[in-house]
């Protein structure tokens, strides 16, 4: 019932766009994330559709109905658009896979719709409503994953991290946005795969670090990033703090200090996330491991630990 509710703010638009693809000879399915968050209550204006119409095809469709077209994402087979407020982007059903060397996917288009949810990250981000007639699909169990709170992956998570290791870090962000729990089996494949997150860009790690560290349950997120070891490959000296005693004796060590300081941190917020002061309470002592110096009476100091840390 409250996803009827949310997507009838979006059918004129959707299936209106859906008549001009199926008159194309195309099919048209809204995909991933805004069927997660319909079902959630939480839908906003970015919508992610997929179908079997290329690239080419998709302009041709748009053209003369979308206010806007962009092609950023075209090679990997995303045409974007504008109407009436919406976003909306309209990606080629795809099969992708990292080589496990190079740093961005092989793209290759799919040719029906099961198959590319097969291809997505999680279940939850696993279901689709084919338009203009609204029909559900769910072949991998994404409904109940969400009315569980869990996050799990269509195929093997050896396979989905396979195919993307940037999930890993995903996965640890809804941890953190949608205060889900991440499967055994999953957290078991990101702690075997860690290190396969070196293959990724920088700017696609901070953008979903940057995510998780905003989100609901940020220290959730943070730990998972530590216990799985993934914090080792972009941000080991969060790691490192939990090789060291808190000072002050309040704590078990400064990794558990450090977290008490980001959820302080956030009930100090008004008027929503606010990332540098989160990332300043995350990073406030990571100079301790390398100042670390035992007095007389066997307590520990960490001198200058602010200068060391602000380099």
Not at 234 to 249: K, N, T, V
């Amino acid at each position: 019932r409250r996803a009827v509710a949310e997507l009838m703010r979006i059918w004129p638009v959707a299936d209106e766009l859906a008549r001009r693809f199926v008159a194309a000879g195309h099919e048209l399915h809204l995909v991933g994330g805004p069927v997660r968050d319909a079902l959630l209550g939480r839908l906003g204006n970015d919508l992610d559709f997929c179908t079997d119409a290329h690239p080419d095809q998709t302009l041709k469709v748009l053209e003369g109905w979308a206010e806007t077209t962009w092609e950023t994402g075209r090679e990997f087979g995303t045409i974007g658009a504008a109407r009436r407020g919406f976003r909306l982007e309209i990606t080629t059903f795809r099969a992708e896979a990292y080589d496990r060397v190079r740093r961005h996917p092989r793209v290759r288009y799919g040719t029906n719709l099961v198959d590319d949810l097969r291809r997505r990250d999680f279940t939850v981000n696993a279901m689709a409503v084919s338009l203009p007639e609204h029909r559900f699909t769910d072949p991998y169990g994404g409904l109940a994953d969400l009315a569980g709170r869990v996050i799990r992956t269509p195929g093997t998570p050896q396979e989905s991290f396979g195919d993307d290791p940037l999930r890993m870090l995903r996965a640890a962000r809804f941890a953190s946005q949608l205060r889900f729990q991440v499967d055994p089996p999953v957290v078991a494949a990101m702690r075997e795969m860690a290190g396969d997150l070196r293959r990724i860009t920088a700017e696609r790690i901070r953008e979903e670090f940057t995510r998780l560290l905003c989100g609901a349950d940020p220290l959730a997120g943070l730990r998972l990033l530590v216990d799985t070891g993934l914090a080792d490959q972009f941000l080991p000296e969060l790691s490192g703090l939990r090789l060291e005693i808190d000072e002050h004796a309040q704590h078990k060590d400064v990794y558990e200090h450090t977290l008490t300081v980001v959820r302080n941190a956030v009930s100090l917020e008004d008027g929503g996330p606010d990332f540098v002061l989160r990332m300043a309470a995350l990073m406030h002592d990571v100079g301790k491991p390398a100042t670390k110096a035992t007095g007389p009476d066997g307590r520990g100091s960490f001198h200058h630990h602010q200068a060391v840390g602000a380099r």
